[in-house]
């Protein structure tokens, strides 16, 4: 808080705009800049703060010493430090979101190598390869930085110049069990948090954004695709289809991926601004989809095919790249057929019109030429007046479309616990979201369904009646009403003050009555947020991207046992 104050403060003596050229996405504090004192005023302000602030956290700490801060039992403490503490057993989060999972050590190395590492797709690499493709990969990424420091702006020459002088990890190669599937299988991810490589690309991912609305089939979500089929009319012949990809980031070809992002570019080029940077976007692009280096143990690996895996530019590479064959072939010669098509990722929906003769060569033609593009393959339904897209349950009847919610039957509906540590604020906006959603997606009745069997898996990992009851009104009360729109709040000069949420902790009200009687008079913020984070989780304490060795065990010799 403090910091904000001075950096503010120091804006305005300058006479600079601290909101000039701001991006959030690229946007890297700069830790090793102190800004000066403010005004004497302001300081003593401060530390008047601070001293309330922490003679408040010590009337909390004194009115509850006799209670336990925990919230656990002591078996339940005890049964976790033994698993924390147990390298024969590794615990993951499971695929599809089922809850956590425990696996013998030696069974998830040998699932991993198996199924994945010791594949096509992968080949392994001496630490001396690893370090000398990264070090060659990282000066060629530096001089393109470097010699193109005239064509990128300000806050993405800063947002580079900052991230170069952070500390980098190697990505870390990890599998989740498929706890669903028989037998049990895993999904390969690769945590690309704080490597060098994720700079660019989520740099990449940044550029993307301003592509995608030039995807004809793109959509944000399936409350976009609400909005629009409220404008279509729909002929009474037409039928509902839906498709989704198999494994589409490992099946998309490099080459073509790369080759379909250079064609986009040249076929937009109208469009899109002319100050971008198109050769080093792509020489950014095809360096950190040939250069996907991780780590699993002490083993290093390069992934050879598909989209690199893990990294962050990877939904808008995949949205983009299929998307310039769809808008070239798919849109353009099934036009007279498709009054409606739209794709999130790997999956599809549209409206599909038959022709008046040949309807099932037509339709047939239509499922050949999605599965023409590389190796990408589509599961694709055939038309029919009912299909399911994301979170929707979508029927056509007499040429009107109603919807409701899908849920997986596979969902375990996993929500916060009452005991968890975290804010009032989290079950509340889980409760207004889910219930506005319920409300957008379903009929009145089918909205009163849904909402039943809210209530009762809420009740049923532990929250109370008396609880949920008054935020359920709360809500109720404003269904009908259009969500506030946030965009001029993002505009306001607010000054965040940030805490890690304890149920016993100072809470919000505090904080505020603090500011109020002494910043807030002195200082010309618009307004004042307190910004609260969860404290460590079970899941941050058991579950971790690196494996943790039993001393018996050997990666490297259970690879050479199983190349054998």
């Not at 403490?77 to 013998?104: C, E, F, Q, V």
């Not at 996907?292 to 390069?302: E, H, Q, R």
């Not at 109603?402 to 509340?428: D, E, G, I, V």
């Not at 603090?514 to 941050?540: G, I």
Request: aromatic share 10%; charged share 20%; with cysteine.
């Amino acid at each position: 808080m403090a910091r904000s104050i001075r950096i503010n403060s120091y804006l305005k003596e300058q006479g600079l705009n601290d909101n000039a050229e701001y991006h959030k996405q690229i946007y890297i504090c700069n830790n090793n800049w102190h800004p000066p004192p403010a005004s004497i005023l302001i300081e003593e302000q401060i530390t008047k703060f601070e001293k309330l602030l922490k003679a408040k956290q010590h009337e909390l700490t004194h009115k509850y010493r006799h209670h336990s801060l925990l919230n656990l039992t002591p078996l339940q403490k005890t049964t976790l430090t033994k698993l924390r503490k147990n390298s024969n057993i590794i615990i993951k989060p499971t695929d599809k979101n089922l809850g956590p999972a425990a696996m013998d050590i030696d069974t998830y190395i040998t699932q991993v190598l198996q199924e994945h590492l010791l594949t096509d797709s992968y080949i392994q690499l001496s630490n001396t390869e690893a370090e000398q493709r990264l070090n060659n990969t990282k000066n060629t990424l530096k001089i393109l930085i470097s010699s193109n420091e005239d064509i990128l702006s300000k806050p993405e020459l800063t947002y580079f110049q900052r991230s170069f002088k952070q500390k980098h990890r190697l990505p870390i190669f990890y599998g989740l069990p498929k706890v669903h599937k028989h037998p049990l299988t895993l999904r390969p991810v690769v945590s690309c948090i704080n490597s060098f490589i994720s700079i660019f690309s989520n740099w990449l991912d940044f550029k993307m954004k301003a592509l995608l609305p030039l995807v004809k089939s793109y959509t944000r979500n399936s409350a976009d695709v609400l909005e629009d089929l409220k404008f279509i009319n729909i002929p009474k012949n037409a039928l509902l289809f839906s498709a989704d990809a198999k494994s589409m980031y490992t099946n998309i070809d490099t080459t073509i991926g790369l080759q379909s992002i250079r064609a986009f570019l040249e076929h937009n080029k109208d469009c899109i601004p002319s100050n971008f940077p198109s050769e080093l976007f792509l020489n950014i692009l095809e360096l950190v989809m040939n250069n996907n280096i991780f780590s699993f143990a002490d083993t290093k690996w390069l992934q050879l095919a598909g989209t690199a895996m893990g990294t962050p530019a990877a939904c808008a590479y995949a949205t983009i790249t299929y998307g310039h064959y769809e808008n070239t072939v798919i849109l353009t010669e099934f036009a007279p057929n498709l009054i409606y098509y739209r794709r999130y990722i790997d999956d599809i929906f549209g409206i599909w019109i038959p022709p008046d003769s040949h309807q099932t060569e037509k339709w047939k033609t239509f499922e050949n030429k999605l599965n023409q593009w590389g190796p990408l393959e589509w599961k694709i339904e055939k038309p029919s007046n009912k299909t399911v897209f994301l979170d929707l349950n979508i029927e056509l009847i007499n040429s009107k479309i109603f919807t409701s919610t899908f849920q997986k039957s596979l969902n375990l509906y996993l929500y916060l616990p009452p005991r968890s540590a975290h804010p009032p604020s989290c079950l509340k906006g889980l409760i207004a979201g889910e219930m506005r959603r319920y409300w957008i997606q379903n009929s009145q009745d089918e909205f009163t369904e849904i909402l039943k069997k809210f209530i009762i898996r809420l009740t049923e990992r532990g929250h109370q009646l008396k609880d949920i009851i008054p935020i359920l009104q709360q809500t109720a009360a404003k269904l009908n009403s259009t969500p506030s729109h946030k965009a001029s709040k993002n505009n306001l000069n607010t000054l965040f003050i940030h805490q890690t949420y304890h149920p016993h902790g100072v809470q919000r009200r505090d904080i505020r009555n603090l500011y109020s009687q002494t910043l807030e008079t002195h200082l010309d913020f618009d307004r004042m947020t307190v910004a609260t984070s969860r404290p460590v989780n079970l899941k941050d304490i058991l579950t971790k991207a690196n494996l943790r060795m039993p001393p018996h065990l050997n990666v490297q010799k259970i690879i050479n046992e199983l190349k054998e």
